[in-house]
């Protein structure tokens, strides 16, 4: 039909700029923002070679090591993939997951942490399946009572290896992060203060993406900061690969929207650079084909809030405390960290 031309999925950069500006309300620019992930990712993967490097004999014994940092990498990380759980026994896993995080939670004295809001582990609804692995389901803000759900894709109905290509990209070290980013102290805890503390229904109602995704991504690297798993190498290593991953989604975002990225840059990019599994891969690449921006919020997000709680962080001087910082950014709800 000559009134609707076809048009290529990729909106071109003078859109993305504009959606850039007002989805995400931050002060950076995509080309900045670019530039930013580009430079953490090489921060990323020398932090990656140096862990690697390290558990090198432990995973792969007397065989020689490769001369290239990338494949020495990519090595040790597909023996750490393996192990993970069954796909029948990854909601088991999970939930027990919640539950340790829960107490690490309350033992290091982070949050007023609210233990009256049931926080339950489940599979997946149809209704909310097809898009990831994992996702959390709150309590709307108009709703006065109910459960908080962290939803895990049913693995056991999948094609088996599908199911062992998801496994390995959320084995037993990254479904721990998984775990943080969705359900604690990452989706469903905020979502349980967007609700009850925000103060506005605006601020519950209308949510801020790079705040929200910021803050899952935020409480991962809190954790880890705080002394989660014992600082096991294997663990920093994961956490590395994580945030690799959240710099890969800015790249991979701008890159198709504006640099006119193929199907095979990304692919090259998640899998060679990243370190992505297959699976993990083809879905990345899917939703950056039917969304814009989205997959920026992450990288953007967890920037301003680590500057934010700098800044604080100085101005309270020897009077700061964590806790102290996280009830009060957690006070307005979901609003652009910008206006926090």
């Given at each position: ?21 007002y ?31 390290e ?7 007397d ?12 090595a ?78 049913d ?5 088996a ?35 009850k ?7 519950s ?7 929200v ?6 409480g ?12 096991a190498?294997?663990?920093w ?25 193929s ?33 920026c ?5 967890l920037t ?14 020897s ?14 709800g ?7």
């Amino acid at each position: 039909d000559k009134n609707y031309p076809f048009r290529d999925f990729r909106i071109g950069k003078e859109l993305f700029d504009r959606k850039f500006k007002y989805d995400l309300v931050t002060d950076y620019t995509p080309e900045q923002m670019f530039v930013k992930a580009d430079s953490a990712k090489h921060y990323y993967r020398k932090e990656m070679f140096r862990i690697a490097n390290e558990l090198w004999t432990k995973y792969c014994g007397d065989i020689k090591k490769p001369t290239d940092s990338l494949q020495l990498i990519k090595a040790v990380l597909e023996k750490i993939s393996l192990h993970h759980a069954s796909p029948q026994h990854v909601v088991d896993t999970a939930t027990q997951l919640v539950h340790d995080l829960e107490r690490f939670v309350i033992s290091k004295d982070l949050f007023n942490y609210d233990t009256t809001h049931p926080l339950i582990v489940r599979i997946m609804p149809a209704y909310a399946a097809g898009v990831s692995l994992a996702n959390a389901e709150f309590i709307p803000p108009y709703q006065k009572s109910g459960t908080t759900y962290y939803n895990i894709s049913d693995l056991s109905k999948m094609p088996a290896a599908d199911a062992e290509s998801e496994l390995r990209e959320y084995n037993t070290y990254s479904l721990q992060f998984l775990s943080m980013h969705e359900a604690m102290p990452g989706h469903c805890m905020q979502g349980v203060y967007n609700n009850k503390y925000a103060g506005s229904k605006i601020k519950s109602v209308f949510t801020n993406g790079a705040m929200v995704e910021g803050w899952a991504n935020y409480g991962e690297q809190m954790m880890m900061e705080n002394g989660w798993g014992n600082n096991a190498p294997e663990l920093w290593l994961t956490f590395y690969k994580v945030c690799n991953g959240a710099c890969s989604n800015v790249l991979t975002d701008y890159g198709i929207q504006c640099l006119n990225y193929s199907k095979e840059d990304v692919e090259k990019l998640l899998k060679n650079e990243t370190f992505q599994e297959d699976a993990q891969v083809e879905e990345k690449y899917h939703r950056a084909t039917v969304s814009q921006v989205q997959l920026c919020s992450y990288f953007i997000g967890l920037t301003d809030i680590l500057a934010l709680r700098e800044a604080y962080k100085n101005k309270m001087g020897s009077t700061y405390r964590l806790k102290d910082f996280h009830e009060k950014f957690l006070s307005y709800g979901s609003a652009p960290v910008k206006y926090i």
